[in-house]
């Protein structure tokens, strides 16, 4: 089983921007200016428990579609 911090890396290597996320149930990142590329060098600075990925430029164009469907009629 990979940590979170190889699994950082392997997205950084496909040309995705990853964030490491606060751990618990809030979605706080733990790094300032997360939609500016992440260096492989800081992935040992966090311990990436939980990640989150930038969207746009910065992961080559990455888009996300998001749906909440709890208040839906």
Not at 13 to 36: C, F, M, Q, Y
Not at 59 to 68: M, W, Y
Request: glycine share 10%; charged share 20%; hydrophobic share 35%.
């Amino acid at each position: 089983m990979k940590n979170g911090k190889q699994v950082a890396q392997q997205y950084l290597n496909a040309g995705l921007n990853v964030v490491p996320i606060e751990s618990g149930t809030s979605k706080v990142p733990l790094r300032k200016g997360h939609n500016t590329p992440f260096d492989s060098n800081e992935v040992t600075n966090f311990s990436f428990d939980n990640i989150g990925i930038s969207t746009g430029y910065v992961s080559g164009g990455l888009e996300a579609i998001d749906f909440d469907l709890k208040n839906s009629a």
